[in-house]
């Protein structure tokens, strides 16, 4: 029987393959890459997310505080006070100045709450648009 050149094509085949697979490894690693970098902005956006919420925690509480401080003060005017003129005065006045600030307040938090999302969205963004290049790129080939 005579041999065949099967072995040369074969041999063809085999680097074929290796090349194919070589370019496949490839793009795993790639997608690899683009997974540990999503991960990092996740991570980035979480501790961005995690000290907004401190801070505002932080407002909500010295806001509460202080406003438990006036309350105790005006209790203990009104107490004091001798006529029902003085008392309508006295409740009149801490109304007005709790509700000056709670605009305040509620000004403040919601300042601190865009700010909050824009830094914890900032990393998440960048990494949306990259993988989507990285993702589309070889459909576009």
Do not use: C, W
């Not at 709670?102 to 969205?121: C, I, Q, R, W």
């Not at 900032?122 to 576009?140: Q, S």
């Amino acid at each position: 029987m005579a041999k065949t050149k099967k072995p040369a094509a074969m041999g063809a085949v085999v680097k074929t393959n290796g090349e194919a697979a070589a370019a496949v490894f490839a793009g795993y690693e790639e997608l690899a890459d683009l997974g540990r970098e999503n991960m990092a902005a996740f991570l980035r956006a979480n501790a961005a997310l995690s000290t907004g919420l401190e801070e505002i925690g932080k407002e909500v509480i010295l806001y509460a505080r202080g406003s438990f401080e006036r309350a105790a003060e005006t209790a203990t005017a009104l107490l004091g006070a001798k006529t029902f003129q003085d008392v309508f005065q006295l409740n009149s006045e801490f109304a007005k100045a709790n509700l000056e600030r709670l605009l305040e307040g509620s000004a403040k938090l919601s300042e601190m709450s865009v700010k909050l999302a824009n830094e914890a969205m900032a990393p998440i963004g960048g990494r949306v648009e990259a993988t989507i290049h990285k993702l589309a790129k070889p459909l576009a080939v």
